[in-house]
Structure formats: structure tokens, C-alpha cells
């Protein structure tokens, strides 16, 4: 049978774009549905805008810890419509240069929702045309999920938090995860009164404990009201504002709500059940090692498929994909010790096993941690602690999990990674020369292990 195409990608995000890119390196006619903007989540409403926004939220703390260091500064002031401007503009050059990137490698960019109509068989529900393709990839990501209580129609997402018209003088962020504290974190940071609400015992569930509890710690320093074990009954407008009424009692007075309570596979709509995709409990793609569906031609990468909900690891999805289809190398995705960063205030970093989950694996660990305050903050005065915490196996020595929090522990995270991914042991950390002084020399000069109470069971 003749196709249109070698492949077709459904949606022009990271791991979309990354594997329609090497495809067509390989020699393959290639095209690329996208409903919104080429990029995705991650580029026009993810990752980039947000760290832009955390880079925006900090300088109020330099201002701050300058005094310390001698310098007089004027009272600052904080222009919204300014950020927004900026932030749009780079998004828009980064919008730019996915599609000339794609151009450059001879891959047709359409602008249309696309639909499956069978096995091989696409829809473009804009251009009212079909195509056919011999392989078939959904890259489509995910969406952000609002609980269905009454007066969510009130509420934003991260979605919307990029494009409001001015900066809220009073925010409550609903959820615990990454967007959620990092959210909480930006609108303190640019001079908003926050409350964290979260249904659970402890913020960033799946985190190491000590993490956990540290960064709950030092989120309420700075002012920010961190509530868990409280759940939002409904929310009702209130004049300018809205009142979130909570299912212990309480009610909240604020200019707005945001919700980040984790998001859903995009596959809502997509044709996939009638095509006989299997689908998984939330609605994600399943798939195997290789990213291949239960349809040999249909393959899937990404958040689409809820494995490790990462921007680089859709991408490197998408590259292990083009290898295996493409270019006659079977190649799995290794989705073990991924090092990974919560840009909060202050920061974290991990890679590898939390202690709570090295104590079900291992017969015996090791922990070796530290907690201190950074150097810059002798003179800055600021009350702010940093966290370095190794586990170890104690039986060959091996590094299982690094978890750090503090200033720069996502950077530091992602050299660690390559320490822990190497199984390097607790003995290659302590051979290693410290640079001193930095905050990174504890991860080798830990020598004490802590003795503590066993950690708390896994949430």
C-alpha cells in the first residue's frame, strides 16, 4: 500500500517536533499536526515562560540581601505589563525558531487539529482532508486537570497565569506539585500574599521527606501560608474577589484562585478508542519499551503516555523513537535515575531513590545529610537553610539517591545524575576534592551518618 507519508506527528511539542526532526533526518517524508503553537507546553506555557517568571520573583530577595553586602538601594518597584511583554516575546522567538528548525529539516508544519480515522489514517479537522501515513506518532502532552467542584469555572490554571492583565494582590494556589510551589513562590516573590491549600499531609508528594518538610519550612518563612490536609469544598465569587470555602470550615478572601492539581493525558477527542488504541486509567497512552502502542504502526512519546512527565524525557522518547523506526536501532527509553529540579524558593534538586523508597529496597542504607546556612546569608541576615542529603546502599556503597535544597541545586542535580547514573559509590564522593567554598563541597565531605528515627511511611 502507498502512504502520503513515511510519518505523522500529532503534536508539534518537544518530543513531537524532536522526532519528526530526526526522521526526516533519516530520509523519511514527514508531517506535523499542532492545533495551538509549534513548541508545546514546555516552550509557549510551561517551562520556559514559568523559569522566567522565577528568574522575575528573585530579584526581589537580591534587592533585599544587597543591604548586607553595602549596598543602598531606592525602593523597587515591579512592573507586570513589563514581564508579560518580555515573556511573550521570547516565547515568540522561540515559537519561531521550532518552526524554522522544522523547515530547515523538510518537515510539513500544518496548522490543524488532526484526528485518527484508522490505523494509518489521519483526519485535519481545519483543512477537511485526510492523510494517510505508514507510521503514526501522538505526541500531544497533557492538560491541566480542575477537580469538578462547584465554582471551578472561577478558577485558572497554569495556562492562564501567563497572560493575566495584572499581577493579583492576593493569590490561593490549590495543589502541592511542581507548578503548584513554584507558583506559590512567583507570585510571593513579586509582592503577592499567598496560601497554598493541599489536600494531603505534605507538600510535593513523591519527594524525599526531608525535602518535603524543609521546603514547607521555608515557604511559610517567607510568608507564605502553607495549609495541608485541607480540601476546597467550592469556591464562590465575592465582588472583585472570590471566597474559597474549605471542607474544614474555613473561608478565604482573595483575588484569585489557581489551580495546579496535576494534569491528564491529551487524548480526549483524538479517534484513539476507535481506532483500537489501548488507553490506561487516566486516559494515557499505553505503550511499551520502545514507545509502540498496541497498534504496531502508532507509537507515542511524552506526557501523552504518563510515564515520566519531563520535558527532556519526552525528548529523549522522541529520539529513542526516530532511532528504532527510522534508523534500524532499537532503542529504549531508560526512565530510571532521572535527575530533576523544582524551581521553588529555594530550589530543589534530586536524582535517584528517596530514603523512604531505598528503605523498601535495599536491605540496608546509609544517610549521610547536612543542614546549614548558606555563606551569602552571614551577611544578608536572611534565615534560610540549605539541605544536601545522600543515601546510600549499605551494603556495596553505591550513591542511590542525592537530594539537595537550597540555591543552584537544580544545576548541581544535573551533574550528580551523571555521578549516580555511573553507580558511583559513597567512597568516589568522599576521593573527590571539595571547591571551597561552595555549598555543592558537602556532597564530599559528608563523613557522619545520621541516626534518626526511621523516616516516616512513604505518602
Known sequence: MAFDLD??????????????????????????????????????????????????????DAFEDAAGFGWTLPRPAFDWPTLIANKDREIDRLNGLYIRNLNRAGVDIIMSRAVLKGPNTVYLVEENRTLTARTILIATGATPFVPDIPGAEHAITSNEAFHLPALPASVVVVGAGYIAVEFAGIFNGLGAEVKLLYRGEQILRGFDGDLRDGLADEMRKRGIDVRVETDVARI?????????????????????????????????????????????WNGHVVVNEYSQTNIENVYAVGDVTDRVNLTPVAIREGIAFAETVFNDNPTPVDHSYIPTAVFSEPEIGTVGL??????????????????????????????????????????????????????????????????????ATKADFDATMAIHPTAAEELVTLREKWVDKPARAAQ
Open 354 to 423: 528517596t530514603e523512604e523508597e531505598a528503605r523498601e529496597k535495599h536491605r540496608k542504607i546509609d544517610i549521610y545529610k547536612s543542614s546549614f546556612r548558606a555563606m551569602k546569608h552571614t551577611l544578608s541576615g536572611r534565615d534560610e537553610n540549605t539541605l544536601v542529603k545522600l543515601i546510600v546502599d549499605g551494603e556495596s556503597d553505591r550513591v542511590v539517591g542525592c537530594h539537595i535544597l537550597g540555591p543552584d541545586a537544580g544545576e548541581m542535580a544535573q551533574v550528580l545524575g551523571i555521578a549516580v547514573r555511573m553507580g
Open 7 to 60: 510519518l505523522f506527528v500529532i503534536g508539534a511539542g518537544s518530543g513531537g517536533v524532536r522526532a519528526a526532526r530526526l526522521a526526516a533526518g533519516y530520509g523519511a517524508k514527514v508531517a506535523v499536526a499542532e492545533e495551538y503553537r509549534v513548541g508545546g507546553t514546555c516552550v509557549v506555557r510551561g517551562c520556559v515562560p514559568k523559569k522566567l517568571f522565577v528568574y522575575a520573583s528573585r530579584f526581589a
Open 236 to 280: 464562590d465569587t465575592d465582588g472583585a474577589g472570590y471566597q474559597v470555602v474549605c471542607g474544614n470550615g474555613d473561608t478565604i478572601y482573595t483575588e484569585l484562585v489557581m489551580y495546579a492539581t496535576g494534569r491528564r493525558p491529551n487524548t480526549l477527542n483524538l479517534g484513539l478508542e476507535k481506532t483500537g488504541i489501548e488507553l490506561g
